[in-house]
């Protein structure tokens, strides 16, 4: 059975994991947002005045950054993703050596006082 500080760590392992994914999902509908944004003012259509490669230049850098802010989060997410599994399994191994070595001391009790 787990102790209490375990779950309550566990607890907050889990919310931290809920808080970045629902991070993640409300930067795509803002990006979805924004595009639809562009789309309603007419970004994408192009006027008979301005030549058709300026106003497109502008729209792709936007699109551009904005698509790069995005790749960058999804990267970080994987990051804190990587790092929490990590951090997971380097305190189960430390508890499995703690084990380990508590059990080898006390053989080695056992074996000095039975000589």
């Known amino acids: 059975m787990s102790t209490p500080s375990k779950r309550i760590r566990e607890a907050w392992r889990w919310l931290g994991e809920v808080w ?52 960058t989060f999804f990267g970080v997410l994987l990051k804190h993703s990587v790092d929490e599994r990590n951090l997971a399994l380097k305190q189960e191994a430390e508890g499995r050596l703690k084990l380990e070595t508590s059990q080898e001391i006390r053989c080695f009790d056992e074996c000095r006082r039975h000589q």
Do not use: D
């Open 20 to 71: 970045l994914w629902l991070a993640a999902i409300a930067l795509l509908v803002a990006y979805g947002g924004f595009l639809f944004f562009l789309q309603q003012i007419g970004a994408f259509k192009f006027p008979a005045e301005e030549p058709a490669a300026e106003v497109l230049a502008a729209v792709v850098g936007v699109l551009g950054g904005a698509f790069a802010a995005i790749l």
